[in-house]
């Protein structure tokens, strides 16, 4: 094997990984052999190695699950990446500015991952758990997080392969790049039902001093909730939160 082909293999068995989420938390080979579009023999021999390895786990004949072996870097995972008070102080100000429930997202990979939480004072909330992964074909923080300078000029697509894994119509990439292309210009995004029915979010982009997308805060609720003569202030608050969060110099844990 060259070190190419090595390469190959390794992002090959992180694309299987990846695909392990909160709405396909278990896998056939099938299934997974269908969705990466790889040959069947190439699935079998890294699920196997992965497999070996501890970090995926088989719950049943062809079908799996994330192993064990991902515990001890959930851990660390845990440890190392604290929140600063100072985010943790603009997001409870912006749920109590709002009454919504405020997240922090970062991208990681194809997905988005919810890092830190603020509920809303609000009786009835939407709520995503942390550590949460979510696609980032939509919502308003997938959007926002998608507007990263070397993410949306990225050719081919990143935006192209997601739109290809949503449950959309054939053409769904071209409207995903202009939703994507619009919120780069506005500076946040707005989205109702795009991942689940009667829920809507606000989001904005976290950045970093070169202008790297680090994350993305947004808040969420009942779409009844996000109606025309609200949205302008949630836009506004969620807007102030993201800007004082970037102003801590908090650099995040995703972009390179």
């Known amino acids: 094997m060259t070190e190419g082909d090595g390469v190959r293999s ?17 896998w056939t080979l099938a299934a997974l052999t269908h969705a990466s579009g790889l040959p069947k023999t190439t699935v079998l021999r890294l699920v196997t190695t992965l497999e070996q390895r501890g970090l995926v786990a088989a719950i049943g004949p062809g079908k799996y699950a994330i192993g064990p072996g991902f515990l ?37 990979g194809r997905a988005r991952v919810c890092l830190a939480q603020a509920q809303g004072t609000l009786s009835v909330r939407h709520t995503i758990a942390v550590g949460s992964s979510l696609p980032l074909w939509g919502g308003a923080a997938a959007k ?19 739109a290809l894994e949503a449950p959309r119509p054939v053409g769904f990439a071209k409207k995903l790049r202009a939703a ?24 904005a982009p976290v950045r970093r001093s070169d202008g790297r997308v680090v994350a993305a805060i947004a808040i969420g609720g009942p779409s009844t909730r996000f109606s025309d003569d609200r949205l302008p202030a949630y836009v506004n608050a969620v807007r102030r939160c993201a800007d004082t969060i970037s102003a801590t110099g908090w650099s995040g844990f995703s972009a390179t």
């Open 10 to 26: 390794v992002h090959r068995a992180l694309d299987l990984l990846e695909r392990f989420d909160d709405e396909h938390p278990t």
């Open 72 to 108: 001890r870097w959930s851990r660390l995972s845990s440890s190392s990446m604290e929140i600063p008070p100072a985010v943790r102080a603009a997001m409870g100000k912006l749920s109590a500015d709002t009454g919504e429930t405020a997240n922090l997202y970062i991208r990681v």
């Open 144 to 162: 926002v997080l998608l507007t990263d300078p070397p993410v949306l000029g990225t050719d081919p697509s990143v935006i192209e392969e997601l």
């Open 180 to 203: 994507v292309t619009e919120a780069a210009a506005r500076g946040f995004a707005i989205s109702h039902g795009e991942r689940e029915l009667g829920a809507s979010g606000v989001a």
